[in-house]
């Protein structure tokens, strides 16, 4: 069992920046493959990036160059840099994993990009 929980969204203003964490439960998070998603209102649930147990790392078209996604072992947290945001980033953020077929999520954090 995994736990994931989220944290650093909130309201920011279109072309600012934010950073979301979500710390994982567990002795081998370094062995994860960790991933996030986000829902906006009214559409389904879309993949955002994705980070490898080898550092390779890969990104949705819509957020690439803008996004970044990393990892801290030590801290069992990956997080998501957020840059020139746009109204269309608005939705909940989801961190994932997999592990042996079953999918984990975290309860999400809501980001409004918004004058």
């Known amino acids: 069992q995994v736990q994931l929980v989220e944290s650093g969204g909130g309201l920011v203003q279109p072309g600012g920046s934010l950073r979301l964490s979500c710390v994982a439960s567990g002795s081998r998070f370094n062995a994860y493959i960790m991933a996030w998603y986000r829902q906006a209102p009214g559409k389904q649930r879309e993949w955002v990036a994705r980070?490898?147990?080898?550092?390779?790392?890969y990104y949705a078209d819509s957020v690439k160059g803008r996004f970044t996604i990393s990892r801290d072992n030590a801290k069992n947290t990956v997080y998501l840099q957020m840059n020139s945001l746009k109204p269309e980033d608005t939705a909940v953020y989801y961190c994932n994993t997999m592990i042996k077929a079953t999918a984990y999520w975290g309860q999400g954090t809501q980001v409004t990009v918004s004058s």
């Open positions: 980070l490898t147990i080898g550092d390779n790392t």
